[in-house]
Nanobody
């Protein structure tokens, strides 16, 4: 059974940075494309960024230029570096394989506020 454990969220001021981590267990992590998703208050969950097994990346327009997704296959971990944060990115952030076919973890709350 796959287990996803997200961490690294918190309260940050506008313009600040956070690095999210997601540790995956129960799957051969290296063969999967992985994605970061977010769900803001009253909003549907949306894909923010994904990274293929080969390391190619793709971003939602709202994330381009400020977010960077990366992975460490030796640690079964996918990361999301978020810079120049704005209040509108406040949400619970989740990781999943890029098609979102796995069950969801608990997510990590990101709040951008002064």
């Amino acid at each position: 059974q796959v287990q996803l454990v997200e961490s690294g969220g918190g309260l940050v001021q506008p313009g600040g940075s956070l690095r999210l981590s997601c540790v995956v267990s129960g799957r051969i992590f290296s063969i999967y494309a992985m994605g970061w998703y977010r769900q803001g208050p009253g909003q549907q969950r949306e894909l923010v960024a994904y990274i293929t097994s080969g390391g190619r990346t793709n971003y939602a327009d709202s994330a381009k230029g400020r977010f960077t997704i990366s992975r460490d296959n030796a640690k079964n971990t996918v990361y999301l570096q978020m810079n120049s944060l704005k209040p509108e990115v406040t949400a619970v952030y989740y990781c999943n394989e890029s098609g979102a076919t796995w069950g969801w973890g608990q997510g990590t709350q990101v709040t951008v506020s002064s």
